[in-house]
Nanobody, 121 residues
């Protein structure tokens, strides 16, 4: 079984920074891409950023220039550095991994349980 555990959320003032982490553990998995989504109350879940194993990173227009996604393949961990945070960044942030678990016949998306980010003065 593949598990994703997020950490790093919390309360921050506008203009502040947070760094989210997501560690993948459990069954061996071949990872093709990692990413972050977020969901604010009353809104649909939306893409924040993705980072493929091969290729370029991708960001939502609303976070370009403020957020940076990175990964450490040796630790199967993905990070999201969030700078210049705004109140509209307030949401539950979810880590996701696309890959094939050892012994599985197909690729699928795995999700973490989410970490809350609140930007408020």
């Amino acid at each position: 079984q593949v598990q994703l555990v997020e950490s790093g959320g919390g309360l921050v003032q506008p203009g502040g920074s947070l760094r989210l982490s997501c560690a993948v553990s459990g069954s061996s998995i071949s990872i093709f891409a990692m990413g972050w989504y977020r969901q604010a109350p009353g809104k649909e879940r939306e893409l924040v950023a993705t980072i493929p194993t091969a290729g370029s990173t991708n960001y939502a227009d609303s976070v370009k220039g403020r957020f940076t996604i990175s990964r450490d393949n040796t630790k199967n961990t993905v990070y999201l550095q969030m700078n210049s945070l705004k109140p509209e960044d307030t949401a539950a942030y979810y880590c996701t991994v696309r890959g094939i678990r050892q012994g599985a016949a197909y690729m699928r998306d795995y999700w973490g349980q989410g970490t809350q980010v609140t930007v408020s003065s």
